[in-house]
């Protein structure tokens, strides 16, 4: 348990925290601000310039040719490379058998990690693959006593529903769960009382960046933890997490890292991790794994926060989307993302809708929100058209486009959504307000 370690957390933290200047750029990063966050047709040479160097991609991912796919933000695109990987990794179980875990497979939640390390700013050894943010979340939270006057979870009110469960499940053990409106309230909700800060770098619903900088600095002046869910951010937005000081951070490779399901991602700040026991462990989390020891001794670093055997086809099949976001960089990923978002918000204004998320550039991640009647209907015309997004009632359609998304195909989905509403298409589907 950690509560010895709180009572000197003042005195050893560590911390790396971001200049308040930065604030002026694109908060919450820890990054420097995008080079420009200018409207579509601002400075259009240059702009221009970057669109066919990211098409060239779009050959690597088979779904472009039979869809519009602005879902990046729920399930990211599969790379073709991904297929062949996982014929990789069962050509490796088949012909290697026992002996693949020597050759690569029980390293795999550290050498992948160290990958997405790389794409987060993390110290390599400082990031561990797990089968998911929940269970990864959950890691963080067995390291603490809630016993204690320091027993406050402090949180937003967006933050994605799997962890606010977690969250809300540690009251048994003690925890007082605070739920607050956004951003700027956590950080008047902080105290000394608050033991955990679980944030959201990118809220779910809406896209929205928040201010973590501004909340990790608040945070650590009273003692407290910050916890980064960066899952709707990293591959999109950029992210330094040492520059931040954040103390863990988790996301997967769902969405924008284009890597697919079961390959969540924990990193745990250098010089924290080994101040900290979690009682969620397995056999790799151990000093000695194939000692076959009866008694725990802790490994070194974030290897502590393993459990049992890692999800090897997962992580065969990630890495081919952490290969594409490497090699293209978030920086231009992030600054084709603004020019992209700010065009899709300009249409889709034109037309009359209602935009529900920010319309800041330096506030907003990858994700375009738009109100329309009978959502939920419109929602399955757009995919009978093939053309795939989704929805959340209180904010309307979700629209994700990605590195590899063409300029034609957000004009042809903002006319889609218009003919759509205009001519009522939308009301043949079961649901409709009005058949």
């Not at 990211?54 to 690597?60: A, H, I, Q, S, V």
């Not at 603490?144 to 979870?153: E, P, S, T």
Request: proline share 6%; hydrophobic share 40%; net charge negative.
């Amino acid at each position: 348990m950690v509560s010895a370690a709180l009572e000197r957390a003042d005195a050893d933290r560590d911390l790396r925290l971001v200049p308040r200047e930065r604030l002026d750029g694109a908060p919450g990063c820890g990054c420097d601000a995008p080079r420009s966050l200018e409207p579509a047709g601002a400075r259009a040479t240059e702009k221009i310039e970057l669109v066919p160097e990211l098409l060239d991609y779009r050959d690597r991912f088979p779904i472009l040719s039979e869809t519009t796919y602005l879902i990046n933000h729920s399930l990211g695109a599969m790379p073709a490379e991904a297929e062949r990987r996982l014929g990789e990794y069962a050509e490796a179980w088949k012909t290697r058998g026992a002996r693949a875990w020597g050759e690569g497979w029980w390293e795999m939640p550290m050498t992948v990690g160290d990958q997405i390390g790389r794409i987060i700013g993390a110290a390599p050894r400082s990031t561990v693959m797990h089968q998911n943010v929940t269970v990864a979340e959950a890691i963080v939270l067995s390291c603490f006593d809630f016993a204690g006057a320091r027993r406050r979870v402090v949180y937003e009110e967006g933050n994605f529903p799997s962890v606010r469960y977690l969250h809300q499940a540690q009251r048994r053990y003690g925890a007082e769960v605070v739920v607050v409106r956004d951003d700027e309230a956590i950080i008047e909700a902080l105290d000394e009382r608050t033991l955990l800060v679980p944030t959201s770098h990118v809220l779910f619903k809406t896209g929205e960046i928040q201010n973590v900088q501004a909340i990790v600095e608040r945070a650590h002046e009273v003692g407290a933890f910050v916890l980064l869910d960066a899952y709707q951010s990293v591959g999109t937005v950029p992210l330094d997490v040492t520059a931040l000081g954040v103390d863990f951070a988790v996301g997967g490779s769902v969405k924008w890292l284009c890597g697919g399901p079961g390959a969540g991602w924990l990193y745990v700040r250098p010089g924290l991790a080994d101040r900290l026991e979690p009682s969620l462990v397995g056999w790799q989390a151990h000093a000695r794994p194939f000692a076959f020891d009866p008694e725990l001794e802790y490994a070194q670093g974030a290897a502590r926060f393993l459990t049992g055997t890692p999800n090897v086809p997962a992580l065969y099949a990630a890495t081919a989307g952490y290969d594409v976001i490497e090699e293209i960089g978030v920086d231009r990923i992030r600054e084709n993302s603004i020019r992209q978002t700010e065009l899709l918000i300009r249409l889709l204004g034109d037309a009359g809708l209602e935009l529900t998320g920010p319309r800041d550039p330096a506030r907003r991640g990858g994700t375009v929100t738009v109100r329309t009647p009978d959502v939920e209907t419109v929602h399955r015309e757009l995919e009978h058209r093939s053309i795939l997004c989704d929805f959340r009632p209180d904010v309307g359609l979700r629209l994700g486009p990605h590195f590899f998304t063409t300029d034609e195909e957000l004009t042809f989905v903002a006319e889609e959504i218009t003919r759509i509403v205009e001519s009522g298409a939308h009301r043949r589907h079961p649901g409709a307000a009005y058949r």
